[in-house]
């Protein structure tokens, strides 16, 4: 199976109704929904093709959903996050076991939340924004709480690309991103340390694409790599997962409180994922 995913459901209403279009056109197979910033409807965001719907857990913009004043590493008095992935990272680093144990509160109350509206006939999966949950101290806190609130999960995405795919395609050595191949190989060395309890747990994820391609997840790029991904998960039986970020902007909107990557979603790249997006369907990728 190749999932066309969308990040960013529920962000504001322009980017929402970008994605939402995707999903009308049945160009997606899974979409990522914030928890914690607009209202949301997750039998609309999955469509009439019952998309997969993902918790998008969210550690880095808007309000969070445990009581602020017990998860004072992470979030503020006014219960607004104030810390983006390096900072998290670092507080795991500096404050261990208390930075875990705040986590684990916050990353609960999310959990449950979308229990509480997940519908009965939607599978339970799990990402996260900026793939904070890739940090060991947060994947550690995740984990406990998949297994305190004896979540059946259908899938977590992992987002640690292989790198054989990219090593044998010469032709697109200098269209990486400096700051892409950074963030690959912060994942996969992060990825490394949370692989054993991944296994332990039987967690179940995919091949995954869309870190180094980041911004860029164009329609020619991903021709090129797509072939040598569909050889691995043939080998060895696994899903693919293309991650797209559709939900464009034209131009500043009204934000809630507390969104920081505003210029990430005012580029003019999320229009290109946009346009790729709807060009590359898991029909035409087969």
């Given at each position: 199976m190749i999932y066309?995913?969308?990040?960013?459901?529920?962000?504001?209403?322009?980017?929402t109704?970008?994605?939402?279009?995707?999903?009308?056109?049945?160009?997606?197979?899974?979409?990522?929904?914030?928890?914690n910033?607009?209202?949301?409807d997750?039998?609309?965001?999955?469509?009439?093709?019952n998309i997969?719907?993902?918790?998008?857990?969210?550690?880095?913009e808007?309000k969070?959903?445990?009581?602020?004043?017990?998860?004072?590493l992470i979030?503020?008095?006014?219960?607004?996050?104030?810390?983006?992935f390096?900072?998290?990272?670092?507080?795991?680093l500096?404050?261990?076991?208390?930075?875990e144990?705040?986590?684990?509160?916050e990353?609960?109350?999310?959990v449950?939340?979308?229990?509480?509206?997940?519908?009965?006939?939607?599978?339970?999966?799990?990402?996260?924004h900026?793939?904070?949950?890739?940090?060991?101290?947060v994947f550690?806190?995740?984990?406990?709480v998949?297994?305190?609130e004896e979540?059946?999960?259908?899938?977590?995405?992992?987002?640690?690309e292989?790198?054989?795919?990219?090593i044998?395609t010469?032709s697109l050595?200098?269209t990486?991103?400096?700051?892409n191949?950074?963030?690959?190989?912060l994942l996969k060395c992060?990825?490394l340390?949370?692989k054993?309890?991944?296994r332990?747990?039987k967690?179940p994820?995919?091949?995954?694409?869309g870190i180094?391609?980041?911004?860029?997840?164009?329609e020619?790029r991903v021709?090129?790599?797509?072939?040598k991904y569909?050889?691995?998960?043939?080998?060895?039986?696994g899903?693919i997962?293309?991650?797209?970020?559709p939900?464009?902007?034209?131009?500043?909107?009204?934000?809630?409180?507390n969104?920081?990557?505003e210029?990430?979603?005012?580029?003019k790249?999320?229009?290109?994922?946009?346009?790729?997006?709807?060009?590359?369907?898991?029909r035409?990728?087969q």
């Amino acid at each position: 199976m190749i999932y066309i995913s969308a990040d960013d459901y529920g962000l504001c209403d322009r980017a929402t109704a970008h994605i939402q279009q995707c999903i009308d056109e049945g160009v997606l197979d899974k979409v990522s929904v914030f928890p914690n910033i607009e209202p949301i409807d997750l039998h609309k965001a999955s469509g009439s093709n019952n998309i997969m719907i993902s918790l998008h857990l969210n550690l880095v913009e808007g309000k969070c959903m445990a009581n602020a004043d017990e998860i004072y590493l992470i979030a503020d008095k006014k219960g607004n996050f104030k810390n983006r992935f390096g900072g998290l990272f670092k507080l795991g680093l500096l404050h261990g076991q208390n930075f875990e144990a705040q986590v684990y509160k916050e990353i609960k109350a999310q959990v449950l939340f979308w229990k509480n509206i997940l519908p009965q006939d939607m599978s339970f999966c799990i990402d996260s924004h900026q793939h904070t949950h890739m940090i060991p101290s947060v994947f550690k806190a995740l984990v406990k709480v998949l297994c305190d609130e004896e979540i059946d999960l259908k899938y977590m995405r992992i987002p640690a690309e292989p790198l054989m795919p990219y090593i044998k395609t010469p032709s697109l050595y200098l269209t990486y991103s400096p700051v892409n191949i950074i963030k690959q190989w912060l994942l996969k060395c992060l990825w490394l340390i949370n692989k054993k309890q991944a296994r332990k747990y039987k967690i179940p994820t995919a091949h995954f694409m869309g870190i180094l391609f980041s911004g860029k997840m164009d329609e020619n790029r991903v021709r090129k790599i797509l072939p040598k991904y569909k050889k691995m998960a043939e080998k060895d039986g696994g899903d693919i997962e293309l991650l797209f970020h559709p939900g464009y902007l034209e131009k500043k909107p009204d934000f809630r409180d507390n969104i920081v990557f505003e210029k990430f979603y005012l580029s003019k790249n999320r229009k290109t994922e946009f346009d790729s997006a709807i060009k590359i369907s898991e029909r035409s990728v087969q």
